[in-house]
């Protein structure tokens, strides 16, 4: 098992550039499976969960060659097979995705039932729904969900929650369906606008995305042949900005889109952070003898505060003068780093879905685990905020989604080093 060794106390200085997004990377990967040609996409994080995405593809038969610096060409005109059942598509969650393209490209898709991060029970009813409505019958057994379809039909989708998944997934499907199909209550986050221009530079004809309506006209087919750049991670910058506040450091983070942060940088600014934003780098830093004060969170859908970035700002919280709390909206049970938070020496009382957290509190090294990637990543800056050492066991959770996570600390003066048993 792989751990980071981290000297808490240091603040992190100087500036760090962020990768391209995981989940919209994920997305475009499995979309690909939609195309009748090639095509090749640019700013591909190099991390776990995407290697472990283009081996589904390349397990069902298409051709992806990587080249240097985050370059992916993918062939799915040699795609074989729509039973997507391996134990690769078992351990990552967007593997869903492999429904709506395998729908939408052969009528049938098969894949287990998805797994992925456990915040409690991740349903896919949504999914199931917009397939339905474009005429897909599916069924589940032993574990495995069938889905098939003699033609895709456009229809329109009034989901029931705000799911981004279910609204990728239904943007996929529908894109080669006949016919139209509206999306309401649709997801808006950036990532889903970034798929949707995907797919819209592949040939594609979808409006809307990014607001709550999204329509889709199905076109017969979707050529490729075109290059699609995929936009910097908004929760990997995040991370960084709350890492730098958590520190009393300076940070400058770069290569991302700053509207994409807008509901982040509100609350650091509430906080008693200085931002300073460009047009793709925002700094953020602590004014000397300036204490960050404490407030209250809500995890929502976008444009609402990620959830994603729940976990690293609680730990967050427990640097700020006064009484702070995080309400967690989206998942049911994303509390599971608390214990190892509170074995630091943080004072954190869980009721229902409020995290009430009173500081400041001077957190002290301790043997932790990344619970899963987000939760991982809010280990790693409680250790940089704490005295003493601390370990972080099981980090492989968090190089599912961070790309070279320690080198980029480390480069920004964090006393951080990667060992494995
Ligand atoms: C995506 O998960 C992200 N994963 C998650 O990021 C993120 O936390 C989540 O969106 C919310 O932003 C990927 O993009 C691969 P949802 P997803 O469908 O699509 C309920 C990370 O750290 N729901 O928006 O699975 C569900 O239970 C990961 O990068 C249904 O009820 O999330 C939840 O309460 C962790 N029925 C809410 O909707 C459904 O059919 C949001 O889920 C689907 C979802």
Redesign the pocket.
Known sequence: MASYMIKGGKRLKGEVEISGS??AA?GIIAASMLLDGPCTIENVPGIADVCIMIDICEYLGAEVTREEGGTVKIDPAKLRTCDATNDKARSI??SYYLMGALLGRLGKAILYMPGG?DFG???????LKGFNALGAKHSIEFGKITLTADRLTGDHVYFD?V????TVNLMIAAAKAEGVTVIENA?R?P?IVDIANFLNTMGANIKGAGTDVIRITGVRTLPGNSTYAVIPDQ?EAGTFMIAAAATTGDIRITNIIPKHMEPLTAKLEEMGAVIETGDEWIRVYMQRRKRLQATNFMTM?YPGF???LQPQSTVLLTQAEGTGRMNEN??DNRYQYIDDLKMMGAEVLITGRVATVEGPCKLTGARVTARD??AGAAMVIAGLAAAGTTEVADVRAIER?YENFECKLRALGADISRTED
């Open positions: 995981k989940n994920l969650r967007a991060c029970t991740r349903p896919i009813d949504q999914h929650k799911s981004v998944g279910s997801a986050e990532h929760i859908p990620p959830t994603d989206v998942w990637l987000r989604g």
